[in-house]
């Protein structure tokens, strides 16, 4: 089992930055594929982005590629979600998630762990 903590939300503005990073306690953290999920007020939650357990691999959103960059450090138990150029509509609690199975990562029901969220506000 693995717990998830994350941190780094805040207020920005438009066209700003901000990095959210996701701390897994746990030995295994690098057999978990890691992803993130955003949800807005009214909304479901949606997917983000996703990164393989050694880290070689990613894939994003339409809406945040060329913006949002995935990464993570198994050394340090902890992935991260770099953000850039950030909009009012990028507004919403983020949420990190671990996986064990192997491929896809773009449906909540692909995670098997997931974190309380962060708040990130984008104002105009």
């Known amino acids: 089992q693995v717990q998830l903590v994350e941190s780094g939300g805040g207020l920005v503005q438009a066209g700003g930055s901000l990095r959210v990073s996701c701390a897994a306690s746990g030995r295994t953290f690098s057999t978990y594929d890691m992803g993130w999920f955003r949800q807005a007020p009214g909304k479901e939650r949606e997917f983000v982005a996703v990164?393989?357990?050694?880290?070689?691999?990613?894939y994003y959103t339409d809406s945040v590629k060329g913006r949002f960059t995935l990464s993570r450090d198994n050394a340090k138990n902890t992935v991260y979600l770099e953000m850039n150029s950030l909009k009012p509509e990028d507004t919403a609690v983020y949420y990190c998630?671990?996986?064990?199975?192997?491929?896809?990562?773009?449906?909540?029901?692909?995670?098997?762990?997931w974190g309380q969220g962060t708040q990130v506000t984008v104002s105009s």
């Open positions: 990164i393989s357990r050694s880290g070689s691999a990613t």
């Open positions: 998630a671990a996986k064990t199975t192997y491929g896809g990562g773009t449906y909540t029901y692909d995670y098997d762990y």
